[in-house]
């Protein structure tokens, strides 16, 4: 299976330390082979395999945050 990139906007993304819990949070979902989130457009990029929405859900979820669908 080739990498998938996937892109989302996290809600309450305000400053460098949102950002960093983001990534961090995504970065472990199994299958996850990068993450870049911009605080600006609270958009997070997301690049891997084999993982789902629901799991980088569960993830910005776990990290304070909520996934703007």
Do not use: P, R
Not at 22 to 47: K, L, N, P, R, S
Not at 58 to 67: D, E, F, I, L, S
Request: charged share 20%; proline share 0%; glycine share 10%.
């Amino acid at each position: 299976m080739s990498a998938v990139t996937k892109k989302y906007i996290i809600e309450g993304m305000t400053c460098g330390h949102c950002k960093s819990s983001v990534e961090e949070e995504i970065g472990e979902v199994a299958g996850v082979t990068m993450v870049e989130a911009t605080v600006d457009t609270g958009q997070v990029t997301v690049t891997g395999e084999n993982f789902t929405d629901d799991d980088v859900v569960a993830a910005v979820t776990t990290a304070g945050y909520t996934v703007k669908l």
